[in-house]
């Protein structure tokens, strides 16, 4: 593979991870999001500040960023390996959660990243990565409300489920290394979220759609 070519993918995924979603949303809404809720631009504070409809359609689109940098990766190398074009969608899919963290755009602060790994978990990982991780974020949520417990959980599944595929040699060490490397960056994503679950002041979700219905609004996992 031409090295040009895989800094092109990296570029491009990099850029169309970082577009910032939640950050648009809140403008049109004539609303900065970095100066409301939880100060952060993912899906969860604009559900907090906007609603369900601005929030989930950021949601989507965010989720979508992950996937759409791995088909284009895979676009440009179309007659690539087999393993070539695994390592291409790994690189895309790395650059583009690491835009969505650190946005060009907005001095690198961006979301925490969970949609749009769940975006690229979906598209180039094993099917039972995305549903186990799936239904452990779910099963985690509905129980505590708790949005920061159910993505750091469900980061912690990330890499045991590769392992045990790692094991039974469904897939290669470079997908159980990237599992790692997506549940420390998502954790150290979450640290601050962390801290307060451990000290006992983190917000739960409630099931209102606005800030208004939360039991602890200032705080809360995007």
Known sequence: MQLVKILEVSLVSYLI?????????????????????????????????????????????????GAL?????????????????????LIAAVAAILGHNFPIWLNFKGGKGVATTAGVILTLFPWQVFLIALVGWNIVFFTTRFVSLASLVTAVLIPIICFILFWFGKIGPIFLWTGFGICALIIWRHRSNLSRLMAGTESRFSKGAKEKNLSHPPKMSS
């Open 17 to 65: 991870g970082s577009i910032p979603t939640g950050y648009i949303a809140g403008r049109l809404c004539g609303k900065d999001l970095r100066q409301e809720g939880s100060g952060n631009i993912g899906a969860t504070n604009v559900v907090r500040v906007l609603g369900k409809k601005w929030g989930y359609p950021v949601f989507v689109v965010d989720f979508l960023k």
């Open 69 to 89: 940098a791995i088909v284009l990766a895979w676009t440009f190398f179309n007659e690539a390996s087999e393993s070539q074009r695994e390592l291409v969608g």
